[in-house]
């Protein structure tokens, strides 16, 4: 395993990233051992703690972020939370991604295991007829004024479906585009 540490505020002490790894490498029988891990720790406020880890399981990208005000606690609860979310990609879901069953016959299977506090199913499908090809910029303005989060649009620049995204700033845009 390739670990990557990314700081922002924080100055990481060398027993925190010793306290790190052993934490990850009792992951190590989950993880291909060429897998690069990627974390991300970010002290918000004075005190509170923001640890993001995210690593390449086969053809997926799974990605844990959680905050919390002790820095141990944080790494224990970030960690014991991808160890939860590779389990579930390589028991259940790794037949859906990988296209060799069905995803409605998965969501019935999910629908059948979980309760229902957990179970969010898709509640509304939206169609829109108009795809005329638009600008990054006015796909922001369009989204603004829907007052949401998100915005899919086809862009002019590249002729491909693209997605712009209010970031956790709550000030700046992302874009997502296929490459």
């Known amino acids: ?74 790494v224990e609860d970030t960690v014991l939370t ?11 879901s790794k037949e859906y991604f990988i296209g060799n069953r069905d995803w409605d016959e998965f969501s019935e299977e999910r629908h059948e295991e979980m309760s229902d506090m957990e179970y969010r199913p898709i509640v509304k499908v939206k169609k829109y007829e108009d795809d005329t090809p638009i600008h990054p910029q006015e796909a922001i303005e369009r989204m603004i004024l829907l007052g949401h989060d998100s915005y899919l649009f086809k862009n002019i620049e590249t002729g491909k479906y693209s997605m712009v995204y209010k970031r956790e700033d709550g000030i700046s845009f992302g874009l997502v585009e296929p490459s």
């Open 82 to 92: 991808l160890k939860e979310k590779i389990n579930r990609y390589k028991d259940k």
């Open 1 to 74: 395993m390739d670990i990557r540490y990314a700081t922002l505020g924080y100055l990481l002490t060398d027993a925190e990233k010793s306290f790190i790894e052993d934490k990850l490498l009792k992951l190590s029988h989950l993880i291909e051992p060429d897998s690069v891990i990627n974390i991300k720790i970010k002290e918000e406020k004075k005190g509170l703690y923001k640890i993001e880890i995210s690593v390449a399981v086969q053809d997926v990208i799974i990605r844990v972020s959680k905050t919390d005000t002790k820095f141990y606690n944080c």
